[in-house]
């Protein structure tokens, strides 16, 4: 069982659609795949239960309200994909830290999220699995539009963190309405998806050998 925390303190930085979206990833895959709801908005929960009816479905648990969770999980999942509350530090994600193999950390390319998502990594710095390099942390680029000279400096001002950038997903409107209907950009197979679909392969390679 592989277990990803997708967590940053910055709300909207598209956690939830980080997390249901590798959720999909995985079980498409053929992987028996969880999704922990650790946000009490629920977003991640309601995307499992449009999911509900199709082969690939994902199992929703809700992380934020049951601190058993970890005994909700199946012992026959492959893999575990936790969605962290918005606004949460390093230390209020002390249970979901003890249970993740790597953790994935989206950052919008603006100076402000940035600046946001330092003091997260700052805490989270403080794990002694992070600080040990023991638990992989991987930063998301999420929302970049590459032609722009905001994500371009952002993303060289991103290079020079001590945690790797591992993956750049560009602006879709196709999250959301995807989102929606529960399903993900994995589901499709359209040329445009795919174009889309490509971003996510280095963040997946990651994810399989962390």
Do not use: C
């Not at 990803?4 to 709300?11: D, E, Q």
């Not at 598209?14 to 249901?20: H, L, N, P, R, V």
């Not at 529960?182 to 445009?192: E, I, K, P, W």
């Not at 679909?197 to 399989?208: A, G, T, V």
């Amino acid at each position: 069982m592989k277990t990803i925390l997708v967590a940053s303190s910055k709300g909207g930085a598209g956690k939830s659609t980080i997390a249901t979206n590798l959720a999909a990833a995985f079980a498409l895959d053929g992987k028996r795949t969880v999704l922990v709801d650790a946000d009490p908005q629920g977003s991640s929960t309601r995307w499992a239960e449009r999911r509900a009816e199709l082969e690939t479905a994902v199992l929703p648990i809700d992380g934020a309200r049951k601190r058993n969770w970890r005994a909700l999980v199946p012992d026959d999942a492959d893999r575990v994909v936790i969605d962290g509350a918005a606004g949460a530090m390093a230390g209020d994600l002390e249970s979901y830290l003890e249970a993740a193999d790597a953790v994935v950390v989206p950052v919008l390319p603006s100076a402000m999220d940035i600046d946001a998502t330092v003091g997260f990594l700052n805490t989270l710095a403080k794990i002694p699995r992070v600080h040990k390099r023991k638990l992989p942390v991987g930063l998301v680029v999420n929302r970049t539009k590459p032609w722009t000279n905001a994500s371009q400096q952002a993303v060289e001002m991103l290079s020079s963190w001590p945690y790797p950038v591992v993956a750049q997903l560009r602006d879709t409107q196709a999250y959301v309405v995807l989102a929606g209907l529960g399903r993900s950009l994995f589901d499709y197979r359209s040329a445009q998806v795919r174009d889309h679909q490509s971003d996510w392969e280095p963040l997946l390679k990651w994810i399989k050998k962390a």
